[in-house]
Protein backbone atom coordinates (compact mmCIF):
# COMPACT_ATOMS: atom_id res chain seq x y z
CA UNK A 1 0.00 0.00 0.00
CA UNK A 2 1.79 3.18 -0.64
CA UNK A 3 1.30 6.38 0.93
CA UNK A 4 -1.60 7.99 -0.81
CA UNK A 5 -3.57 5.04 -0.83
CA UNK A 6 -2.60 4.46 2.84
CA UNK A 7 -4.06 8.00 3.75
CA UNK A 8 -7.19 7.56 1.52
CA UNK A 9 -8.14 3.99 3.31
CA UNK A 10 -7.10 5.63 6.58
CA UNK A 11 -10.23 8.52 5.95
CA UNK A 12 -12.72 5.80 4.89
CA UNK A 13 -12.04 3.66 7.78
CA UNK A 14 -12.50 6.91 9.73
CA UNK A 15 -15.50 8.07 8.36
CA UNK A 16 -16.74 4.39 8.75
CA UNK A 17 -16.02 4.06 12.37
CA UNK A 18 -17.40 7.99 12.80
CA UNK A 19 -20.71 6.69 12.02
CA UNK A 20 -21.08 4.06 15.56
CA UNK A 21 -17.88 5.43 17.73
CA UNK A 22 -18.79 7.45 21.12
CA UNK A 23 -19.99 11.12 20.19
CA UNK A 24 -19.12 12.59 23.43
CA UNK A 25 -19.09 15.98 21.90
CA UNK A 26 -22.30 15.51 19.98
CA UNK A 27 -25.54 17.31 21.15
CA UNK A 28 -28.39 15.22 21.59
CA UNK A 29 -31.20 17.96 21.39
CA UNK A 30 -33.01 16.33 23.99
CA UNK A 31 -35.16 18.77 26.91
CA UNK A 32 -33.60 16.48 30.03
CA UNK A 33 -29.91 16.78 28.30
CA UNK A 34 -29.39 19.67 26.11
CA UNK A 35 -25.58 19.39 26.13
CA UNK A 36 -25.06 15.23 25.63
CA UNK A 37 -21.22 14.47 25.77
CA UNK A 38 -21.83 11.83 28.29
CA UNK A 39 -23.17 8.97 27.85
CA UNK A 40 -22.41 8.65 24.21
CA UNK A 41 -25.20 8.55 21.81
CA UNK A 42 -25.05 5.19 20.21
CA UNK A 43 -26.18 3.56 23.80
CA UNK A 44 -29.50 4.72 23.10
CA UNK A 45 -29.32 3.58 19.42
CA UNK A 46 -30.49 0.27 17.90
CA UNK A 47 -28.71 -2.06 15.32
CA UNK A 48 -31.24 -1.13 13.01
CA UNK A 49 -30.51 2.52 13.72
CA UNK A 50 -26.34 2.31 13.52
CA UNK A 51 -26.58 0.03 10.70
CA UNK A 52 -28.45 2.64 8.72
CA UNK A 53 -25.79 5.27 9.55
CA UNK A 54 -22.86 3.09 8.42
CA UNK A 55 -24.59 2.32 5.44
CA UNK A 56 -25.63 6.08 4.39
CA UNK A 57 -22.17 7.03 5.26
CA UNK A 58 -20.55 4.14 3.12
CA UNK A 59 -22.20 5.30 0.37
CA UNK A 60 -21.10 8.60 0.49
CA UNK A 61 -17.56 7.24 0.91
CA UNK A 62 -18.06 4.96 -1.75
CA UNK A 63 -19.25 7.87 -4.40
CA UNK A 64 -16.07 10.14 -3.46
CA UNK A 65 -13.89 7.10 -3.91
CA UNK A 66 -14.90 6.53 -7.04
CA UNK A 67 -14.91 10.68 -8.15
CA UNK A 68 -11.96 11.06 -7.36
CA UNK A 69 -9.53 12.86 -9.53
CA UNK A 70 -6.39 12.04 -7.66
CA UNK A 71 -7.01 8.67 -7.43
CA UNK A 72 -5.50 6.08 -9.92
CA UNK A 73 -7.80 2.90 -10.82
CA UNK A 74 -5.47 0.68 -8.59
CA UNK A 75 -5.78 3.41 -5.58
CA UNK A 76 -9.80 3.50 -6.07
CA UNK A 77 -10.01 -0.10 -6.26
CA UNK A 78 -7.58 -0.72 -3.05
CA UNK A 79 -9.40 1.85 -1.04
CA UNK A 80 -13.04 0.49 -1.88
CA UNK A 81 -11.80 -3.66 -0.86
CA UNK A 82 -10.60 -2.19 2.46
CA UNK A 83 -14.03 -0.26 2.94
CA UNK A 84 -15.97 -3.51 1.91
CA UNK A 85 -14.20 -5.34 4.50
CA UNK A 86 -14.41 -2.94 7.51
CA UNK A 87 -18.19 -3.09 6.19
CA UNK A 88 -17.99 -6.68 6.50
CA UNK A 89 -16.62 -6.94 9.67
CA UNK A 90 -19.33 -4.30 10.72
CA UNK A 91 -22.37 -6.73 9.31
CA UNK A 92 -21.08 -9.81 10.85
CA UNK A 93 -22.06 -9.06 14.66
CA UNK A 94 -25.51 -7.52 15.91
CA UNK A 95 -24.66 -5.77 19.31
CA UNK A 96 -24.90 -1.92 19.66
CA UNK A 97 -21.39 -2.57 21.30
CA UNK A 98 -19.88 -4.80 18.89
CA UNK A 99 -20.59 -2.27 15.99
CA UNK A 100 -19.32 0.26 18.00
CA UNK A 101 -16.56 -1.88 19.32
CA UNK A 102 -15.57 -3.26 16.22
CA UNK A 103 -15.92 0.24 13.94
CA UNK A 104 -13.28 1.77 16.08
CA UNK A 105 -10.71 -1.25 16.57
CA UNK A 106 -10.32 -0.82 12.66
CA UNK A 107 -10.30 2.32 12.58
CA UNK A 108 -7.55 2.39 14.73
CA UNK A 109 -5.73 -0.19 13.33
CA UNK A 110 -6.01 1.62 9.64
CA UNK A 111 -4.67 4.63 11.56
CA UNK A 112 -1.74 3.07 13.22
CA UNK A 113 -0.66 1.32 9.68
CA UNK A 114 -1.21 4.67 8.13
CA UNK A 115 1.21 6.54 10.60
CA UNK A 116 3.97 3.54 10.11
CA UNK A 117 3.99 4.22 6.54
CA UNK A 118 4.15 7.44 6.90
CA UNK A 119 7.26 7.26 9.30
CA UNK A 120 8.76 4.37 7.21
CA UNK A 121 8.77 2.76 10.84
CA UNK A 122 6.97 -0.98 11.03
CA UNK A 123 3.85 -1.27 13.10
CA UNK A 124 4.08 -2.35 16.84
CA UNK A 125 0.70 -3.96 17.06
CA UNK A 126 1.69 -5.78 20.42
CA UNK A 127 2.42 -2.83 22.45
CA UNK A 128 -0.42 -0.99 21.35
CA UNK A 129 -2.81 -4.19 22.21
CA UNK A 130 -1.36 -4.45 25.67
CA UNK A 131 -1.05 -0.88 26.55
CA UNK A 132 -5.11 -1.49 25.55
CA UNK A 133 -5.63 -4.17 27.13
CA UNK A 134 -4.21 -2.44 30.10
CA UNK A 135 -6.13 0.17 30.42
CA UNK A 136 -9.28 -1.91 30.08
CA UNK A 137 -8.61 -3.82 32.58
CA UNK A 138 -7.94 -1.01 35.05
CA UNK A 139 -11.41 0.32 34.20
CA UNK A 140 -13.05 -3.17 34.67
CA UNK A 141 -12.37 -3.37 38.07
CA UNK A 142 -13.24 -0.06 38.91
CA UNK A 143 -16.89 -0.72 37.33
CA UNK A 144 -16.81 -4.53 39.27
CA UNK A 145 -15.95 -2.94 42.56
CA UNK A 146 -18.79 0.18 42.21
CA UNK A 147 -21.50 -2.59 41.21
CA UNK A 148 -20.45 -4.53 44.43
CA UNK A 149 -21.28 -1.36 46.21
CA UNK A 150 -24.67 -0.96 43.89
CA UNK A 151 -25.30 -4.55 45.19
CA UNK A 152 -24.59 -4.30 48.33
CA UNK A 153 -26.64 -1.43 48.59
CA UNK A 154 -29.67 -2.90 47.16
CA UNK A 155 -29.70 -1.85 43.62
CA UNK A 156 -30.47 -4.78 40.82
CA UNK A 157 -27.06 -4.56 39.03
CA UNK A 158 -27.85 -8.09 36.94
CA UNK A 159 -27.53 -6.05 33.76
CA UNK A 160 -24.48 -4.75 35.35
CA UNK A 161 -22.81 -7.92 35.49
CA UNK A 162 -23.97 -9.29 32.36
CA UNK A 163 -21.88 -6.37 30.86
CA UNK A 164 -18.97 -6.82 32.65
CA UNK A 165 -19.20 -10.78 32.31
CA UNK A 166 -19.08 -10.01 28.55
CA UNK A 167 -15.81 -7.38 29.00
CA UNK A 168 -14.39 -9.87 30.85
CA UNK A 169 -14.54 -12.66 28.05
CA UNK A 170 -13.47 -10.21 25.87
CA UNK A 171 -10.30 -9.13 27.66
CA UNK A 172 -9.33 -12.38 27.92
CA UNK A 173 -9.42 -12.77 24.07
CA UNK A 174 -7.67 -9.50 24.08
CA UNK A 175 -5.11 -10.80 26.26
CA UNK A 176 -4.66 -14.52 24.51
CA UNK A 177 -2.40 -15.16 21.30
CA UNK A 178 -5.40 -14.57 18.19
CA UNK A 179 -4.57 -12.63 15.58
CA UNK A 180 -3.93 -8.42 15.64
CA UNK A 181 -7.18 -8.16 14.39
CA UNK A 182 -9.21 -10.42 16.61
CA UNK A 183 -7.69 -9.29 19.94
CA UNK A 184 -7.72 -5.22 18.91
CA UNK A 185 -11.01 -5.79 18.43
CA UNK A 186 -11.81 -7.83 21.60
CA UNK A 187 -10.29 -4.82 23.78
CA UNK A 188 -12.56 -1.87 21.87
CA UNK A 189 -15.76 -4.23 22.14
CA UNK A 190 -14.75 -4.66 26.01
CA UNK A 191 -14.90 -1.23 26.18
CA UNK A 192 -17.99 -0.69 24.79
CA UNK A 193 -19.55 -3.32 26.74
CA UNK A 194 -18.10 -0.85 30.12
CA UNK A 195 -19.25 1.74 28.82
CA UNK A 196 -22.84 0.35 28.71
CA UNK A 197 -22.40 -0.90 32.10
CA UNK A 198 -21.15 2.43 33.45
CA UNK A 199 -24.20 4.15 31.83
CA UNK A 200 -26.50 2.01 33.96
CA UNK A 201 -24.72 2.05 36.99
CA UNK A 202 -25.09 6.17 36.86
CA UNK A 203 -28.56 6.02 35.97
CA UNK A 204 -29.57 4.12 39.38
Known amino acids: MN ?26 GTA ?17 QLRARVAERAEDVEERIAN ?9 AAALENLDEALEEIAGVDEPAE ?5 TSRQQLQR ?12 DYERHIARDVSGATL ?8 ASWAEVAG ?10 DEASVLLEIAGGDGTVETRHDAVHIARAWMTKAHVTLFAM
Open 32 to 48: DRPERRYPPVWVDQSVD
Open 3 to 28: RRTAFLVAGVAAVVALTVMPAVAEDA
Open 155 to 164: RDVAAVTEYL
Open 139 to 146: RYEHLTTI
Open 68 to 76: SPRLTDGQK
Open 112 to 123: IEWRAIRNGETP
Open 99 to 103: IVGTA
